[in-house]
């Protein structure tokens, strides 16, 4: 994390001031009216300092339009008084900045504080919830601070906000209203489906739904409690408890009663003692954030104790017990240049945005993803747009939605391609994804190269210059054909000497033997990555069972639906012919140590047999284990890549996930781990490091080195451990 900001915007003279003001002014009117701004966080705050800087070296020219100094800009007012103002938060940008901060606080108090409350800063709009006998009466938005809009209208749409609490109580809760992904994904597809724009961001949406009444569709929210306070007729035991219990007993007790607070989500609040400890949470808080279902700008600290937070006071904007610590801007406003159509291994054709470069988070975006044609149309997008692009860590960058209000006119629809742009053949638009007729033969550099890839048939020697070569020379016209090359032919291609001849021909008979698991991962089989290739193999050993599967046994692999199960299906009734033509050339078709399930489809379902019976490997030192690998390995471990690490663990009889959960049992993390260790340290799950795993699981991996001694199974764990 940078806690680098951007500088102020540098306002020349009197007029440029002006200007400035007019423009913040219009943007902080238009965010709050309808969640849609012309600027982005990033260049409003520039606009926002530039302007407090102006007016701190011409104190004799500050405007009474300025934003400085005023809650939400100076933005929306409502009629509905707030019984306590509803204020905002004060900013930093850094540990350092936080520090100092945080003494000052102490030196007002004169004492340090107690404890530190550290929570997430959640990026949607702030609403204050009334609640009357335990019953929803009045939910208000913030306004000016003194007084908001009566939103009640939307009570109703907010999950985590519920008409009735736990309890019959008098109390008004304070907290953000915002929009998961997923709540904006569906949210943007009613609102165009209805012919509407969309909306551009999860802030803007929830702000405008909130507000909206008349609108022909109701779309979904989500409410987190960040404060809660007594009302006129709130009972004095409850009062005493809002005014004088801690922060954190306060959103508890708020939680009891039913209302959502971030606890539950996966950075929940967490108190700490000291400035150090505080910039350690913000760290964690930080590096969880693109794992989030829903966007944070920041962390919010605060003096937990209510004696604290009383003798710090408060200003007229912002309480001095608490403070945001802005994140960088993940997401920003630039223009969609161009639509690209690529196709890949398997034929898909998948559209990729061409965006004028933006730096999002220390890093420049030129391309986001735009998944399938049907986003772009849902989405609305336009050549020429400004489009909110969102950015964080290491995802793939994405476009959000256009900013619908700064169209010119002067955009222009994205063409969809009528025929395959990579070789002409005309295009299945039968689903979602679009692909070319000729799948993955299509673009065979691609599957080929896939195919002899170090996860799949891991094929030394084979690099995409001579797959090029190989497919120029028209010696290779599907992924068969690299089985029955022969010594002449190599031999014939540019650059191939007898000893590298020799070589690949050698890695080429090695590909022959390795596991159907791998067979399959290499024909790229749509919707089955290689974790669900292994589990297809492990659960019907052979390929010639696996061909026999209908969609009902199809079924009985885990974690296999419906619709999989059919396109499963189909899709290898499609590759019958290539597999054939494996089989012929010498490939293997089975999965060492697995047995095929019965035919008796009760013996499979349910019974705790049901994906162990035929996998005798789930009895091993791992068995009823969900096992996680991050960061780089070392020791023994160390040549295994991220799949060999997974095989590795399914063939020690645990089960291999990507992703740290309640369900994880163990994480092995090695050298640079991040996130993934963070959360496997709050939610107390078992880390070890990758020596100690290998530790661990050294009688399985001399077991499988004696094995491979005779009978020489695929590349496995045991190899580089011998090696
Ligand atoms: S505490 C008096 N906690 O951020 C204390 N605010 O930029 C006021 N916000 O006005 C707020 N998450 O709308 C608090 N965990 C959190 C928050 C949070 C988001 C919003 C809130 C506030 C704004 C200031």
């Not at 802030?203 to 306070?229: I, W």
Request: charged letters at 25%.
């Amino acid at each position: 994390m940078s806690g680098m900001t951007t500088p102020a915007a540098v306002l020349v003279d009197a007029a440029a001031y002006a200007v400035a003001v007019e423009t913040a002014k219009k943007a902080a009117a238009a965010y709050y009216a309808t969640g849609e701004s012309a600027l982005d966080d990033d260049a409003y705050d520039r606009m926002a300092r530039g302007i407090a800087a102006y007016e701190e070296a011409h104190p004799g020219e500050v405007s009474a339009d300025s934003p400085s100094g005023k809650v939400a800009g100076g933005a929306a007012v409502g009629d509905v008084p707030h019984t306590v103002p509803m204020l905002s938060l004060d900013n930093v940008f850094g540990g350092d900045e936080f520090t100092t901060w945080a003494a000052s606080v102490e030196r007002r108090i004169g004492r340090p504080v107690e404890c530190w409350n550290v929570e997430a800063k959640l990026d949607g709009l702030a609403v204050a919830a009334r609640y009357e006998d335990g019953g929803l009466v009045r939910l208000i938005t913030r306004g000016d601070g003194l007084a908001g809009e009566d939103v009640s209208h939307a009570t109703g749409m907010i999950a985590g906000l519920p008409d009735r609490l736990a309890e019959p109580v008098t109390l008004e809760v304070r907290g953000e209203v915002l929009m998961t992904t997923e709540q904006f994904e569906r949210a943007n597809t009613l609102r165009t489906g209805h012919g509407g724009t969309p909306f551009a961001n999860p802030r803007g949406a929830a702000a405008g739904s909130v507000r909206a009444k008349d609108r022909p569709y109701r779309v979904e929210m989500t409410f987190f409690a960040y404060a809660a306070l007594p009302l006129a007729t709130t009972g004095p035991e409850l009062a005493a408890a809002l005014t004088g219990d801690s922060h954190g007993e306060v959103l508890a007790r708020v939680a009891a009663l039913g209302v959502h607070t971030t606890a539950a989500t996966a950075a929940p609040p967490r108190t700490v003692t000291d400035a150090d400890a505080v910039r350690a949470r913000v760290e964690e808080i930080a590096a969880l954030r693109p794992e989030l279902p829903f966007g944070i700008d920041g962390i919010v600290i605060k003096a937990d104790a209510a004696a604290d937070q009383l003798a710090a006071g408060s200003g007229s904007r912002a309480p001095r017990w608490a403070i945001a610590w802005k994140l960088p801007a993940v997401e920003k406003v630039t223009r969609l240049l161009d639509v690209e159509w690529n196709v890949g291994r398997t034929g898909t054709i998948a559209p990729r945005a061409v965006l004028e470069p933006v730096v999002i988070d220390g890093s420049t975006v030129a391309y986001a993803t735009l998944h399938n044609p049907n986003d772009i149309t849902r989405r609305d997008l336009r050549i020429g747009d400004q489009v909110m692009v969102y950015k964080a860590g290491d995802i793939i960058p994405r476009v959000e939605a256009p900013v619908a209000h700064l169209r010119t006119g002067e955009e222009k629809a994205v063409v969809f391609p009528e025929v395959c742009p990579q070789c002409g053949s005309d295009i299945d638009t039968t689903e979602q994804r679009w692909r070319c007729v000729r799948g993955r033969n299509c673009h065979l550099v691609a599957s080929v190269s896939y195919a002899a890839g170090r996860d799949q048939f891991d094929i030394e020697g084979l690099g995409a210059t001579r797959v090029v070569q190989l497919v120029d020379s028209g010696l290779v016209g599907d992924i068969g054909d690299l089985f029955s090359l022969t010594r002449e032919q190599i031999l014939g291609l540019d650059r191939m000497g007898e000893t590298s001849t020799d070589n690949l021909l050698a890695a080429i008979g090695r590909a022959k033997g390795r596991p159907l698991s791998r067979v399959l991962a290499a024909l790229g089989v749509r919707g089955t990555g290689r974790s669900m290739s292994r589990r297809i193999a492990r659960h019907f050993a052979s390929m010639d069972v696996l061909c026999a599967a209908d969609e009902e046994a199809m079924r009985r692999v885990e974690g296999i639906g419906t619709e999989k199960a059919r396109a499963i299906v189909a899709e290898l009734a499609d590759l019958a012919e290539l597999i054939g033509k494996l089989r012929a050339a010498g490939v293997n078709m089975t999965e060492p140590g697995a047995t095929p399930p019965s035919d008796d489809p009760s013996a499979a379902e349910g019974s705790p047999g049901a994906v162990g019976a035929e996998v005798p490997a789930e009895e091993g030192p791992l068995s009823g284990m969900t096992v996680v690998v991050t960061g780089s390995m070392t020791g023994p471990l160390e040549k295994l890549s991220r799949n060999g690490m997974n095989e590795l663990i399914e063939r020690a009889g645990g089960k291999s996930s990507s992703g740290v959960s309640k369900r994880t049992s163990l994480l092995v993390a090695g050298g640079n781990a991040g996130s993934k260790r963070e959360k496997a340290e709050q939610l107390g799950i078992r880390i070890a490091s990758p020596d100690e795993f290998a530790e661990l699981i050294a009688e399985f991996l001399a077991a499988e080195a004696d094995a491979t001694v005779t009978a020489d199974a695929a590349d496995t764990g045991a190899d580089a451990m011998a090696g």
